[in-house]
């Protein structure tokens, strides 16, 4: 099978918006495309779970454009890989994205049988 994303925002209420990623056959360089966003807002929360396969750790990252590395596309990043990631952001973190998408990475360490669950909590606006 080939690397699959699918990607759900919920409205909350308010400017809260919840993203939803379910990855399957995610492999370390595997990226989903999240459009449909605000084009400036705050990542409040990333939350991250590898759910099966033989990796052993995520380490997500999201950033405004594709492939990137770049410090400054990168808009949260995970500071120690593990199987469950849970990153509380105080202060939120900001981001601008002209067209309202960002990308995000679940940087898997195994090969390309994993499934990972991801849920940001982004704050439309600034």
Known sequence: ??????????????????????????????????????????????????????????????TTASGSTLSVQTVVENGTAAATVSNLADPAVPYYSATGTLYHKSVVSGSSDNSVTTVYIIKAGW
């Not at 990607?7 to 999240?34: F, K, M």
């Open 1 to 62: 099978m080939a690397y699959a994303a699918s990607i759900t925002i919920t409205e909350l209420g308010g400017r809260d918006l919840l993203v939803q990623i379910s990855e399957t056959e995610a492999a370390a360089a595997s990226e989903a495309t999240i459009t449909g966003l605000p084009t400036k807002g705050l990542v409040i929360s990333q939350l991250a779970d590898l759910t099966a396969g033989s990796a052993t750790t995520i380490d997500p990252r999201l």
